[in-house]
């Protein structure tokens, strides 16, 4: 079977990277892929609460890597989805209660059984983002168009580059399109400008976002929302169609970073 | 994981160096926010140097790609280095002990390669033409 580990990352906090995480997992269970979504950020469990699974938790990740439990006994599946699944986080402990060698161990036991395993990051550079790009074939890097976000992408960038984790995709997420236009707020064209890496998807602001996440749903699930429709485009990008970005956020966006500058 | 190149062990044997006749150092990528280069010689990035990046050499520095970050060429004191850059846009330049940075509100780009260099004991700024590089070599 052809499994793909993927890291959700940003370095900088609050951006999205739960919420990527839960549309992405829930978007791919959709289109019929079976997928388990880690949460790494041990000591800030959210993956679970944004899913509303929260109730059903008995065991946690901590569990698995310390080898009290086969990952199969922690692993909740989700409320509407065959076959989406959590493995979710301890509450209780910190970052150093997992290892990178542990972590590289579980993803290697979970792609045995998972189309995609998708691992929500903690914020930051430290310990726990160590442990959660350590398993990881690919990454995902969400920021907002905010200058201090892409200036923290730009520094995860370089830090997946050293460790092999070569061409990452980019999501930027609260896309404000008025103040785009504007021009009070940075431009898909003036983030990949800095970043020049592939560009994934433009997830609009949208408080159908906030909305669906205090149901313990995602709003992927909702046809008319344009923030699930931006991640349904994403899934079906992950998936290796050419969907062209959703006419709103357009405006060159497309527009290929210079190739020539020997750039990766 | 920090990734910064620490010179290589390659000494001038004694002999006073100018700027362009030391190791020159071939950087193939885009130095991104939080990397450094601290090189004894030359640097060419093929790439762009993202804010947050830094290059600190002790003779020229040549960005062939946008400079956005912080460089400082000539960095042992040689006040005949220059930084060169496709789009020269700096979050600081320094050459030698003189540091500068662009004025607040400069929000002008240039879509042509410029060059920095001393002048009359201030870092000065100019097009890069082919008669203008002459005046340093
Ligand atoms: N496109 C969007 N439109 C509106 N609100 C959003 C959008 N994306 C995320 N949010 C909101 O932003 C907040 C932060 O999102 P999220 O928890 O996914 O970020 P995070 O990167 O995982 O944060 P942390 O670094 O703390 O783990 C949440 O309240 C979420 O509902
Ligand atoms: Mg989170």
Excluded: W
Excluded at chain 1, 130 to 154: C, F, H, L, M, Q
Excluded at chain 1, 164 to 193: C, F, H, Q, T, W
């Amino acid at each position: 079977m052809m499994s793909e580990v993927i890291v959700v990352t940003s370095g900088k906090g609050g951006v999205g990277k739960t919420t990527t995480t839960a549309n992405l997992g829930t978007g791919l269970a959709a289109a019929g892929h079976k997928a388990v979504l880690v949460d790494a950020d041990i000591g800030l469990r959210n993956l679970d609460v944004v899913l509303g699974l929260e109730n059903r938790i008995v065991y946690d990740i901590t569990n698995v890597t310390d080898k009290q439990i086969p990952y199969r006994k922690a692993i909740i599946k989700d409320k509407r989805y065959e076959n989406l699944f959590l493995l979710p986080a301890a509450q209780t402990k910190d970052k150093t209660a997992v290892s990178p060698d542990q972590m590289k161990e579980l993803c290697d036991d979970l792609r045995q059984e998972f189309e995609y395993v998708i691992i929500d990051c903690p914020a930051g550079i430290e310990q726990g983002f160590k442990n959660a790009i350590a398993g990881a074939d690919r990454a995902i890097v969400v920021t907002t168009p905010e200058v201090s976000a892409v200036r923290d992408a730009d520094r995860i960038i370089g830090l997946l580059e050293a460790n092999e984790l070569r061409d990452p995709k980019l999501i930027v997420n609260r896309l404000r399109y008025n103040m785009v236009k504007a021009g009070d707020m940075m431009s898909i064209d003036d983030i990949l400008d800095i970043l020049a890496v592939e560009l994934l998807g433009v997830v609009p602001e949208d408080e159908m976002v906030v909305i669906t996440t205090n149901r313990g749903e995602t709003v992927v699930q909702d046809d008319k929302s344009r923030s699930g429709q931006a991640y349904r485009n994403i899934v079906r990008r992950m998936n290796g169609e050419q969907v062209p970005l959703m006419d709103l956020q357009e405006g060159g966006i497309l527009k290929k970073l210079r190739k020539f500058m020997g750039m990766k | 994981m920090e990734n910064s190149y620490k010179n290589q062990d390659r000494h001038s044997n004694g002999v006073e160096e100018t700027a362009g006749d030391e190791n020159t150092i071939l950087i193939k990528r885009t130095l991104r926010s939080g990397q450094r280069l601290h090189y004894d010689g030359n640097v060419v990035v093929m790439g762009d140097v993202n804010p947050g990046a830094e290059i600190m050499a002790s003779g020229n520095i040549i960005v062939m790609g946008q400079l956005r970050g912080v460089v400082h060429a000539g960095a042992g004191g040689n006040e005949k280095a220059i930084v060169m850059s496709f789009r020269l846009a700096p979050t600081q330049l320094r050459i030698a002990n003189h540091i500068t940075r662009p004025p607040d509100g400069d929000t002008q780009e240039t879509d042509r390669p410029e060059i920095a260099s001393i002048k009359n004991g201030v870092v000065t700024i100019e097009l890069f033409n082919v008669s203008i590089d002459r005046q340093h070599r």
